[in-house]
Nanobody
Framework: VQLQASGGGLVQAGGSLRLSCAAS????????VGWFRQAPGKEREFVGT???????YYADSVKGRFTISRDNAKNTVYLQMNSLKPEDTAVYYC??????????????????WGQGTQVTVSS
């Protein structure tokens, strides 16, 4: 499966962006789709995940601000990011992995990764 993340850009603090993760080669059906981010000089960080039934799980740092949704017809998963903060600046990655994992925040649960899209939030 190939994943294509898009939608990143430059936004002011308090603004919004919607990232997309499109899959080719197979559908998201039966798999979790996670979002991670990596800021310069920092380790990759879990953002949230969407399980195959569209239920979601988020990191505390984004809970209430970010929302993951699926469009099965388009085989695309979205990350809606609202109330953005400068500390949200990072390269954002989507990944496909094990559904209903006990450790959805672990990058090791995801076997396929997209190339990343840059999100920059200015203060």
């Amino acid at each position: 499966v190939q994943l294509q993340a898009s939608g990143g850009g430059l936004v002011q603090a308090g603004g919004s962006l919607r990232l997309s993760c499109a899959a080719s080669g197979r559908t998201f059906s039966g798999y979790a789709v996670g979002w991670f981010r990596q800021a310069p000089g920092k380790e990759r960080e879990f953002v949230g995940t969407s399980w195959s039934d569209s239920s979601t799980y988020y990191a505390d740092s984004v809970k209430g601000r970010f929302t993951i949704s699926r469009d099965n017809a388009k085989n695309t998963v979205y990350l809606q990011m609202n109330s953005l903060k400068p500390e949200d600046t990072a390269v954002y990655y989507c990944a496909v992995g094990l559904d209903y994992s006990n450790t959805p925040y672990s990058a090791g649960q995801y076997g396929y990764w997209g190339q990343g899209t840059q999100v920059t939030v200015s203060s």
